[in-house]
């Protein structure tokens, strides 16, 4: 589709070169598919990915890393249900900190994908199509490192089922008017409607796969989960409604979800924690960390497996522009939380934040501001916003501010509270770095995994979402339907779905 | 999966006994050719046929007749459910004492927090709102799949060797034997006649 004005080739270094089509041309819309003007070759580029006898060296190379840091959480984790919850380097007053800390930020990062893949989709926004089956796994993986803090960090482990309401010969129930059981509630819905939602997108795509596979085990495999389908109308019809649903069930529980992390926080009575404005303010902070991941992610994925075609650069500079967006938000709620404390007159409340600035976590405190409101301002420049080393640059810079946006919150509120003789400061031990390591490494482990065996773009609607497969597109029209012409049988015949 | 269907018999097969049929099954290589094929087989009078495309084509619901789902209702009782039972598991579990069976005998604990009455609405809502949305999206899947009639792994078109670009690039027509307006012979020339680039049956 070169033939699209505002269309050009960027880039130097050989396998580096970006197509670049993020200049809008008035009249006619921004092509998501760069080069495929045929669905087939659409299906081809996705599937190789899984159907390629072994992966790329960096592909194996990351494997290694994470699966390592796997094992180091299980040394992690297992010392600590061992020994105690003492191996971390808790004291009162911080019973909270890496644990809560990480727990936040994965439940954080997990919403950029529902975000991408139900409001996005309410929106109509098409290019969500291009990255909405990887944001969905990585929220899935993310909720999956998430649920790991809070089970471990309750000491007694064998005990967790006490969170649920399940019948027991002591007749003891779960107290529901507590925060911390609502979060349960939260993030175990959370979880499941995220893996429904993203198999039920997954299953048109199994099917792709299925038809496609080779050996026996993968015929098996994808022929077991992809139920069956066969792309029938009726099915579609029924598919496409559930999907609508689902995006408008999702879509509220996304906002709840961390609304709920926040009120662990906010119905506290401590300074710091007890401010309403957590709910909006964790919420613009999740999608803000949870893009930034979707471009960690994405960058060096695409250029993995060669989906340049299909997560374009304009994608990428749609993702940075809502960074830039979320990035700003959250610097507005970091003022706010000032002006409130000051506004309000209330004495702990503003010796929690001039502490939080100036005290003993000052450091966390401005690299949580450095990282998130500030170099997130770059973005305003289109140069870098499709600047590729730049983006992910910045990214991981979000990623890293994030995690001490939650560290500042809970560790710099617990560790000086009302009484000054209670005071402490944490200081993280070996344990609490391999746990956090750690789940980073199950984190790439369970996407590299993912985007090895399973089709990282969702086929089907990124079909959908090509001008041809419109009835109605004029190059069916030209080509005469039903008249021996078929467009997309023919190879040789360019298409420029664009054309006046 | 593994074993294939011969395709389509060849025409001198007219005189010996036929194998039962799933139906017939019509290739188109576009979305559109395929609508408009679809509307003539509406015309025509069909009950018991399908379209298959790699992806939902725009106005093809519209051009087969497809009447709306009755999905959206299942689901908003479901997620009616859902409410319901979040407020009757925290008021039972957290603000009465009564005893009821639930596989085991269960009892309920009058919980006293604060000093805040036993049913303390707002503090429930965040977890009715939960169970709201839990029962109605697993209801949404299971009830599209069920309407669906999945899991069918052993469908006639799955061992199709032709069909197997219904999920990658073309586009089916498929009309089943079992429609009264069902003529084998007629019904092919029928597809062929829309424009079909390939026509054949599909075995039982």
């Known amino acids: ?500 | 999966m593994t074993t294939f269907a011969p395709s389509s018999p060849p025409a001198s097969a007219q005189s010996a006994p036929r194998p039962k049929i799933h139906g017939v099954l019509a290739e188109f290589h576009d979305p559109a050719s395929l609508l408009h094929a679809a509307e003539k087989v509406r015309e025509a009078g069909y009950r018991w046929w399908d379209c298959h495309t790699p992806f939902p084509v725009h106005g093809l619901d519209k051009a087969m007749g497809i009447q709306r789902t009755i999905l959206p209702l299942l689901v908003f009782g479901a997620g009616l459910t859902g409410t319901t039972v979040g407020f009757i598991l925290q008021a039972f579990t957290n603000a009465t004492s009564i005893s009821v069976w639930a596989l085991v005998w269960v009892t309920g604990y009058p919980f006293l927090i604060s000093g805040k009455p036993l049913i303390s609405l707002p503090a429930f809502i965040p977890v009715m709102f939960e169970l709201t949305i839990l029962l109605a999206a697993t209801s949404c899947v299971g009830l599209m799949l069920l309407l669906n009639g999945l899991p069918w792994l052993s469908h006639p078109l799955l061992a199709n060797k032709r069909f197997l670009r219904a999920t990658d690039d073309r586009f089916f027509i498929v009309i089943q034997s079992r429609d009264p307006r069902f003529f084998r012979s007629r019904t092919e020339d029928f597809l062929k006649g829309l424009g079909a680039k390939a026509v054949e049956a599909v075995e039982a």
């Open chain 1, 1 to 500: 589709m070169s033939a699209i004005p505002g269309n050009s080739r960027t880039g130097r270094l050989p396998g580096f070169e970006e197509t670049d089509n993020t200049v809008d041309v008035p009249g006619q819309r921004a092509s998501l598919v760069l080069h495929m003007d045929k669905f087939h070759q659409v299906t081809r580029q996705v599937c190789q990915v899984a159907e390629s006898k072994r992966p790329p060296f960096a592909w194996y190379a990351a494997f290694v890393v994470s699966l390592s840091l796997v094992g180091l959480l299980g040394v992690c984790v297992n010392y600590l249900i061992f020994t105690g919850v003492g191996v971390w380097g808790l004291n009162n007053p911080v019973m909270w900190a890496f644990d809560i800390t990480n727990f936040v930020f994965w439940v954080g990062i997990g919403h950029a994908g529902t975000l991408i893949s139900a409001i996005l989709f309410l929106f109509r926004q098409k290019w969500r199509t291009g990255i909405n089956r990887f944001a969905e796994a990585m929220t899935i993986f993310a909720v999956i490192c998430a649920g790991l803090f809070p089970g471990i960090h309750v000491g007694r482990v064998w005990l967790a089922y006490w969170l649920f309401p399940i019948p027991n010969q002591m007749e003891m129930w779960p107290q529901f008017r507590s925060p911390l059981l609502w979060d349960v509630f939260a993030v175990s819905t959370y979880f499941t409607v995220s893996l429904l939602f993203w198999y039920v997108g997954l299953i048109p795509d199994l099917a792709t796969l299925r038809d496609r596979a080779k050996g026996t085990i993968q015929q098996f495999a994808y022929g077991l989960f992809s139920l069956g389908w066969r792309g029938s109308n009726r099915h579609w019809h029924r598919y496409e409604r559930a999907y609508l649903l689902l995006a408008a069930l999702s879509t509220p529980l996304v906002l709840s979800v961390h609304s709920v992390v926040s009120f662990d926080f906010a119905v506290s009575q401590l300074p710091g924690w007890h401010t309403t404005i957590f709910p909006p303010y964790f919420v613009a902070g999740a999608i803000f960390s949870g893009f930034a991941m979707v471009v960690t992610l994405a960058v060096p994925a695409r250029q993995m497996f060669g989906l340049k075609d299909m997560i374009t650069l304009r994608h990428l500079d749609n993702m940075n522009k809502i960074i830039l967006v979320t990035g700003c938000m959250v610097g507005y709620a970091y003022s706010m939380e000032f002006f409130i404390a000051w506004y309000s007159g209330a004495l702990y409340e503003k010796f929690a934040f001039l502490n939080r600035a100036f005290g003993q976590y000052w450091w966390a405190y401005w690299i949580m501001v450095s990282c998130n409101v500030i170099t997130p301002q770059l973005f305003w420049f289109k140069r870098i916003r499709t600047s590729i080393p730049l983006m992910f640059a910045l990214s991981l810079v979000v990623n890293i501010g994030m995690w001490f946006e939650r560290f500042v919150i809970i560790v710099s509120s617990l560790a000086n509270d009302f009484l000054p003789t209670s005071w402490d400061f944490f200081t993280p031990t070996w344990v609490d770095m391999g746990t956090m390591m750690g789940a980073f490494g199950l984190f790439g482990t369970l996407f590299l995994l993912f985007c090895r065996y399973l089709p990282m773009i969702a086929v089907a609607e990124v079909k959908a979402t090509m001008p041809q497969a419109d009835p109605h597109w004029e190059g069916w029209q030209h080509h005469g339907a039903g008249h021996g012409h078929a467009a997309l049988a023919s190879p040789e015949t360019p298409h420029t779905p664009d054309a006046p």
